[in-house]
């Protein structure tokens, strides 16, 4: 969204610019006997530019002041992944303003655009997820090592694949989706228990 505030003040601010340029080159070229009284003419006053441009600046402004307010308020989760030889932790935290409401937490392939859904049962407790999220929530969800075979047959089942390394860790909220690497550790895993099979 940066890029788009850029883009707008760069043609609010640009295209007077580029304007009040040419017409003065055109005017120097063009006038001949009184060209402070022609660019006068033409320019109008001073302070009707400064006004324009000064209000151009101002909806400028507002404008990303207010997707700065509305991306700020919005939910937002922070996403936590501990791996031991027992088993595998995802910690949730809500920080943003607004509560997250939780719906399902999968493995993805970005490469093959399929995923895995880990929060159901017997993977995840049936009552873990859906679950809702005010501001400063935690919840620990814990994988035990002796599921790690069915998370890695869901995974080969739903993505078609055996290589688990490359794969992402989905938060899916009702507003949007958080995503990072899945744990490397947590996949090398998996990925032993899918051979082993």
Known sequence: MKWKITAIIAVVLGFPAVFT??????????????????????????????????????????????????????????????????????????????????????????????????????????DAIPARFEYGDVQRLTIDKSIYFDVALEIEHELGQKEFRGLQLVIGTSTKEFKLDLDPQFAAELERESVDD
């Open 21 to 126: 340029a040419g017409v003065a080159t055109a005017l120097s070229v063009a006038a001949e006997k009184d060209s402070a009284e022609t660019l006068k003419t033409a320019l109008g006053s001073a302070g009707d530019w400064v006004s324009g441009l000064g209000g151009l600046a101002a909806a400028t402004i507002a404008i990303y002041l207010a997707d700065k307010q509305r991306r700020d308020n919005s939910a937002r989760m922070e996403i936590k992944q501990y791996f031991t030889k027992d088993n595998f932790t995802i910690e949730l935290i809500s920080v943003g303003e607004k509560p997250a409401t939780v719906r399902g937490i999968y493995i993805r392939s970005p490469r093959y655009r399929k995923q895995a859904m880990i929060s159901r049962p017997p993977i995840l407790k049936s």
